[in-house]
């Protein structure tokens, strides 16, 4: 180190107007006092959704369920909600009938058997009807 050089956590010193480094866990956010424009929000929810389409393409082509697991949990925590209704009466303004499977059982026919790929709902907007699997009567 050279002679001159401040100490670790000092950049230079008060003679020449400089102050002592703060730590990296010290911040100071001030705000900036910049409106937001009904332009600039309709471009964040834009942008949103851009990045929830990107979130959902990726989950549904992850090698690891490990992976899809933690995108479902980010997006989860921004309000998208993974839709599997397995065991529930299917709804065809919710559901997307991909397959049916015969069941000799009266109290199952119209029943979700199985999901085949999951949907995906932003708060109360539907992104995606589950594809599933109805019980049909032999």
Same mark, same amino acid.
């Given at each position: $180190?050279?002679?001159?050089?401040?100490?670790?956590?000092?950049?230079?010193?008060?003679?020449?107007?400089?102050?002592?480094?703060?730590?990296?866990?010290?911040?100071?956010?001030?705000?900036?006092?910049?409106?937001?424009?009904?332009?600039?929000?309709?471009?964040? +929810? =834009?942008?949103?959704?851009?990045?929830?389409?990107?979130?959902?393409?990726? $989950?549904?082509?992850?090698?690891?369920?490990?992976?899809?697991? &933690?995108?479902?949990?980010? +997006?989860?925590?921004?309000?998208?909600?993974? +839709? &599997?209704?397995?065991?529930?009466?299917?709804?065809?303004?919710?559901?997307? =009938?991909?397959?049916?499977?015969?069941?000799?059982?009266?109290?199952?026919?119209?029943?979700? =058997?199985?999901?085949?790929?999951?949907?995906?709902?932003?708060?109360?907007?539907? +992104?995606?009807?589950?594809?599933?699997?109805?019980?049909?009567?032999?």
């Amino acid at each position: $180190m050279n002679e001159a050089d401040p100490p670790t956590g000092q950049i230079g010193s008060d003679e020449d107007g400089t102050v002592p480094a703060g730590s990296a866990s010290e911040s100071v956010v001030e705000p900036v006092g910049v409106a937001v424009t009904p332009i600039d929000h309709e471009q964040a +929810l =834009a942008d949103r959704q851009a990045l929830i389409q990107l979130c959902l393409y990726a $989950m549904d082509r992850a090698r690891s369920g490990g992976v899809a697991e &933690r995108i479902e949990h980010g +997006l989860a925590g921004i309000g998208v909600q993974a +839709l &599997r209704p397995d065991g529930q009466r299917f709804d065809p303004t919710l559901h997307e =009938a991909g397959g049916a499977v015969p069941t000799e059982l009266p109290a199952l026919e119209g029943t979700v =058997a199985e999901t085949e790929v999951v949907g995906f709902v932003d708060h109360d907007r539907l +992104l995606r009807a589950p594809i599933v699997t109805v019980y049909t009567r032999r």
